[in-house]
């Protein structure tokens, strides 16, 4: 198996831990935040018992250093607010040219502010809620509403095809 590509994933909950194992499946280096570090430990026994290396992460900002893609899937704003923009956040220690894919469904006001914010720090930012429930996350089918550019959607897309049977690019991030 190819490495594709070096990938964070913050949130491991029932969509971010099916969505985390297909792209390790798939062959991307995968690095794992959960604020629960028990479930982030439960997780990579899980993955690593199919023969997969995994990492976990003891904060956002450790996950995201040096990931090409740094995927979240959290539960609400304040959550994605934390792990991105607080105190050991993600999105500081991203380098230069790298991408944030949010699948969180957040609110259209923080999606602008995460695209304006990667934009000013030469990252690129795609707002992409995902429909389709737990049974499409662990089945690899789930639908991906994108918002964002076309280039940044386009760079997010052979990963995300990883647990996605749809991805649609809607118009701008929010």
Not at 83 to 103: C, F, T, W, Y
Not at 121 to 133: E, I, L, M, R
Request: with cysteine; glycine share 14%.
């Amino acid at each position: 198996m190819k490495t594709q590509s070096k990938v964070a994933f913050l949130g491991l909950g029932v969509m971010g831990g099916p969505m985390a194992g297909h792209l390790a499946r798939a062959g991307h280096q995968v690095t794992v935040y959960n604020r629960t570090k028990a479930r982030a430990k439960t997780w990579q026994g899980k993955w690593t018992d199919e023969g997969l290396q995994l990492c976990v992460a003891d904060t956002p900002a450790e996950a995201a250093r040096g990931a090409d893609i740094v995927f979240a899937c959290v539960g609400n704003d304040q959550d994605v607010e934390q792990i991105m923009l607080g105190e050991n956040g993600a999105l500081d220690a991203m380098p230069a040219g790298a991408l944030l894919v949010d699948h969180t469904t957040t609110s259209a006001n923080l999606a602008r502010k995460l695209f304006d914010t990667c934009t000013a720090k030469g990252t690129g930012f795609v707002d992409a809620p995902v429909s389709g429930g737990q049974a499409g996350a662990e089945n690899g089918k789930l639908a991906i509403m994108c918002g964002g550019t076309a280039e940044d959607i386009e760079r997010a897309t052979p990963a995300m095809e990883c647990y996605a049977a749809r991805i649609v690019h809607v118009g701008e991030a929010g």
